[in-house]
């Protein structure tokens, strides 16, 4: 059965996933510890939220970490990066910057994201 989902679907379920990628880190501890006093402070309020465990983000999430590598870093780079998804997280790179680093305009950019994403979600089963 095939789903028909919107961009603007698309966009909220990445969004939602880049905050489950963000958040999953806090259901086991780190397998590289900075520091042996660092792995024994635990944060008082994870500052990322807690992301609901929906299967379709772990699905999508295993689909994302097989992709290609173009896609993997539109999807990676766009989500979890960029200044207009991370909601004021240091170390955010502007998409123009994003796009200049791979030789494209800012408008290539989107359009090969929104084909990252509909190539990507086609693949995920649940």
Known sequence: MVLTVTDSELHSLYTDWSAWVRSKRYYSP??????????????????????????????????????????HALISGYYLNTKKTARYRRGTVPVKKMAALMGISRKTFYERLRTARRSLWSRVTI
């Open 30 to 71: 780190s397998p590289n510890p900075q520091s042996v006093i660092g792995s024994l402070v635990t944060p008082k309020s994870p500052p990322d939220g807690d992301a609901p465990l929906d299967p379709r983000l772990a699905a999508l999430h295993l689909v994302i970490c097989g992709a290609t590598d173009e896609e």
